[in-house]
């Protein structure tokens, strides 16, 4: 199906709301909508911002995790829709995976566009795979490939299996202690527009079933990239598994090792509880 | 080598960001990010991706406490070898050329095969203190043990102690903005306000025509999307420049320094590549030129009576006498502006019998220079100075034109700083 231009990023908040209330009763096969916005131009300022919420250098080469920031709204537009067959409140973000295809700077107009796919069946409910495809100058430079579950979900008959592991090899070392402070859920979400009352605060979280508020995955995500400024190829696949949530406050540790011509990295609670775990390799 | 020999060490070229004016374009950048980037930019032009140099050395002026590993920080950012050891070093204006001047030394010394000198400055992620007061209250507190001595400690905090101290461009010493001291140097040596205005038109027109000739293609990387020195006027005229109002001086209605004679504050980096010439022959490198010398002076502003900027004019005659050189032999000059009036009043005093006798204990003047040799490419009024990064630009962008001109051509490079210091060097090609 065509895609469908939107002329501005839709706002979240909105869209959090509609998807709340119209939550129940849905089904069905994924809709076939492909939301896209072209000429996008990256707001420095606003790369400033996430830069330094994600402690990524400012650099202008785009980092590999800002696209996502943009693509995301498109892709919430999906899942708020009521043709979308999951309930966006609940839905748990498991695996990210980000390809760059060639660096890209933050001065060509981005071409951005979502779609969902890969139903598929989990042993604790229904993943869905929610894609973002960017392109620069006609080129595509940028794809990934968000995977949520919903538990306690259905995948319809004969999907196939979820597939949300990310294997990497031994990490025995720690390489960097983080003090993820208790607000950092609501400073990402100030500059990732995902307000998804889960990261922003205690009350709002113990709603979802979580003691406290808990850390986006995509900003873990993207500190570990940052953590490794300078060291990466020009051209990877950068993919994570989301395992445990990552609970605010938090110290938690970092574990890299080189592996394959890129990385095999880990974030790990203070007892060795995993809450990242992934792989950068050079395509 | 044997250590006992020194060699000469080679500038095989720089790299530095497009510099901004302040609060501007790169208003969210940090020293970390822009010496970061500009070290990416110096690796990749010149292929030194993973490859580990002798010894990074570069510096801020105004830097946040934090930042005080800035230098091995940013190469450990960069696409640098994380083996490759650096370290900070601070003179004001002098940073960059004296951080070149050490790396070289090391060279010279066969301590070093390669090394990168630059610097880096911002004065709009600039760091802000609290007041001593405050400062001292919060100590207390930090280190109360009981209630009483927290109250106590508390109780230290006032209203008016809650605003930070900003870092002001004046002397310590003195109070006075290095500004208001140059205005003084200038009617010291009677230095007009149209010769200052002739001198800045001709920095922009150097720097432009520069730009335009693609000259500054290999020295400088665009950064947030900037691509040019945000404050470079190509346009500019004596006419227009006339119309500013002074703003240095003030209290003498004849007064002559204006924002447009006198650099802005400014943001940026800057980084030079130095090695032996075996390590530039292994890499396939081409000199541009060879360090010869360099030479620091000093001059008591405070009690002594010499103006603030003037240590160059002090530093030049004993490089010159070092090296059996005359200031006449020279093809290019590079003399920072920090002002017009800077300029015009160290070329005026080596003019002047009176001063090469009196102060610096010269027989002869060492007389007039040939001013179409003087800042051929443009200088700070054009470029803009974020203090330390001036000297890498200047080095670099020497090197290179030495190096147009054919082997054999020198050059001088004339800075003043902060605290009435002075870095001068000689390049040769």
């Known amino acids: 199906m065509a895609a469908t231009v939107l002329d501005a990023a839709p706002d979240l908040g909105a869209l959090y709301a509609r998807a709340a209330l119209?939550?129940?009763?849905?089904?069905?096969?994924?809709?076939?909508?492909?939301?896209?916005?072209?000429?996008?131009?990256?707001?420095?300022?606003?790369?400033?911002?996430?830069?330094?919420?994600?402690?990524?250098?400012?650099?202008?080469?785009?980092?590999?995790?800002?696209?996502?920031?943009?693509?995301?709204?498109?892709?919430?537009?999906?899942?708020?829709?009521?043709?979308?067959?999951?309930?966006?409140?609940?839905?748990?973000?498991?695996?990210?995976?980000?390809?760059?295809?060639?660096?890209?700077?933050?001065?060509?107009?981005?071409?951005?566009?979502?779609?969902?796919?890969?139903?598929?069946?989990?042993?604790?409910?229904?993943?869905?795979?929610?894609?973002?495809?960017?392109?620069?100058?006609?080129?595509?430079?940028?794809?990934?490939?968000?995977?949520?579950?919903?538990?306690?979900?259905?995948?319809?008959?004969?999907?196939?299996?979820?597939?949300?592991?990310?294997?990497v090899g031994d990490l025995p070392r720690a390489v960097a202690t983080w003090r993820v402070p208790a607000d950092a859920g609501r400073r990402y979400a100030r500059v990732s527009g995902d307000v998804n009352p889960i990261h922003l605060g205690r009350l709002p979280a113990r709603a979802f079933g979580f003691p406290r508020a808990i850390a986006h995955g995509t900003w873990t995500a993207a500190r570990v990239l940052g953590a490794l400024a300078g060291r990466l190829p020009d051209a990877f696949v950068y993919d994570v598994a989301f395992r445990r949530p990552l609970l605010l406050p938090s110290t938690v540790r970092l574990a890299t090792s080189p592996a394959g011509g890129g990385w095999d990295v880990a974030v790990r609670d203070v007892r060795g509880g995993e809450h990242l775990a992934g792989t950068v390799r050079p395509r | 080598m044997s250590p006992t020999q020194p060699r000469r060490a080679a500038v095989l070229g720089g790299n530095r960001i497009p510099f901004a004016r302040s609060n501007s374009a790169y208003?969210?950048?940090?020293?970390?990010?822009?010496?970061?980037?500009?070290?990416?930019?110096?690796?990749?032009?010149?292929?030194?991706?993973?490859?580990?140099?002798?010894?990074?050395?570069?510096?801020?002026?105004?830097?946040?406490?934090?930042?005080?590993?800035?230098?091995?920080?940013?190469?450990?950012?960069?696409?640098?070898?994380?083996?490759?050891?650096?370290?900070?070093?601070?003179?004001?204006?002098?940073?960059?050329?004296?951080?070149?001047?050490?790396?070289?030394?090391?060279?010279?010394?066969?301590?070093?095969?390669?090394?990168?000198?630059?610097?880096?400055?911002?004065?709009?992620?600039?760091?802000?203190?609290?007041?001593?007061?405050?400062?001292?209250?919060?100590?207390?507190?930090?280190?109360?043990?009981?209630?009483?001595?927290?109250?106590?400690?508390?109780?230290?905090?006032?209203?008016?102690?809650?605003?930070?101290?900003?870092?002001?461009?004046?002397?310590?010493?003195?109070?006075?903005?290095?500004?208001?001291?140059?205005?003084?140097?200038?009617?010291?040596?009677?230095?007009?306000?149209?010769?200052?205005?002739?001198?800045?038109?001709?920095?922009?027109?150097n720097l432009a025509a520069a730009y335009e000739r693609g000259f500054l293609d290999d020295l400088v990387t665009p950064y947030l999307g900037l691509t040019r020195d945000q404050n470079l006027r190509p346009d500019t005229t004596v006419e227009k420049l006339a119309r500013l109002k002074p703003v240095f001086g003030t209290d003498d209605p004849a007064a002559t320094m204006t924002a447009g004679n006198s650099t802005p504050l400014s943001d940026g980096a800057s980084a030079v590549l130095l090695s032996s010439d075996e390590w530039a022959a292994e890499h396939g490198l081409p000199v541009?030129?060879?360090?010869?010398d360099a030479q620091t002076a000093a001059v008591d502003y405070v009690h002594g009576g010499e103006g603030l900027l003037m240590a160059p004019a002090y530093a030049v005659p004993v490089l010159l006498a070092r090296n059996g050189l005359t200031l006449q032999d020279f093809d290019f000059y590079e003399i920072h502006e920090a002002f017009a009036s800077t300029v015009l009043a160290t070329l005026k005093a080596w003019e002047d019998p009176a001063f090469c006798k009196e102060r610096l204990g010269l027989d002869a003047p060492l007389g007039p220079i040939d001013r179409s040799k003087l800042n051929v490419n443009g200088s700070s009024l054009a470029a803009g100075h974020p203090f330390a990064a001036t000297g890498g630009r200047i080095v670099a962008s020497l090197a290179k034109q030495l190096h147009e001109a054919g082997p054999g051509r020198r050059g001088l490079i004339s800075v003043c700083a902060a605290g009435g210091q002075g870095v001068v060097a000689i390049l040769e090609s």
């Open chain 1, 22 to 167: 119209t939550a129940w009763g849905r089904g069905g096969d994924l809709p076939a909508t492909r939301p896209a916005r072209t000429g996008v131009a990256v707001d420095r300022p606003h790369l400033a911002a996430y830069a330094r919420v994600c402690r990524l250098p400012l650099a202008d080469v785009l980092p590999a995790t800002y696209p996502h920031v943009l693509a995301f709204p498109l892709q919430m537009a999906l899942m708020a829709d009521r043709a979308f067959p999951l309930a966006l409140p609940g839905l748990v973000h498991v695996r990210n995976t980000v390809e760059v295809l060639a660096p890209f700077g933050a001065d060509a107009p981005l071409d951005l566009e979502v779609w969902a796919e890969r139903l598929a069946a989990h042993r604790s409910g229904a993943t869905v795979d929610l894609c973002a495809s960017v392109s620069a100058g006609g080129a595509e430079v940028w794809r990934s490939r968000s995977t949520y579950l919903a538990r306690g979900a259905r995948a319809p008959e004969g999907a196939p299996a979820s597939d949300v592991e990310v294997p």
């Open chain 2, 27 to 205: 208003a969210q950048a940090s020293n970390q990010d822009m010496l970061t980037a500009t070290l990416d930019g110096l690796v990749a032009r010149f292929g030194l991706q993973g490859r580990q140099v002798g010894e990074v050395v570069a510096g801020a002026v105004l830097k946040h406490a934090r930042d005080f590993n800035l230098t091995r920080e940013s190469v450990l950012g960069s696409r640098l070898s994380a083996a490759t050891p650096a370290y900070d070093v601070q003179q004001a204006c002098g940073t960059g050329l004296e951080a070149t001047v050490l790396v070289a030394n090391k060279i010279a010394l066969g301590q070093i095969e390669s090394g990168i000198a630059g610097g880096v400055d911002t004065t709009s992620d600039a760091p802000l203190a609290v007041g001593d007061d405050l400062r001292r209250a919060l100590i207390a507190l930090n280190n109360a043990k009981t209630l009483g001595q927290r109250l106590k400690a508390l109780g230290r905090i006032r209203p008016g102690s809650l605003v930070p101290e900003i870092p002001r461009n004046a002397e310590p010493r003195t109070g006075l903005a290095m500004g208001e001291h140059q205005a003084i140097t200038a009617r010291e040596w009677g230095i007009g306000r149209e010769e200052q205005d002739e001198l800045t038109v001709r920095s922009h027109r």
């Open chain 2, 288 to 292: 541009l030129a060879h360090l010869v």
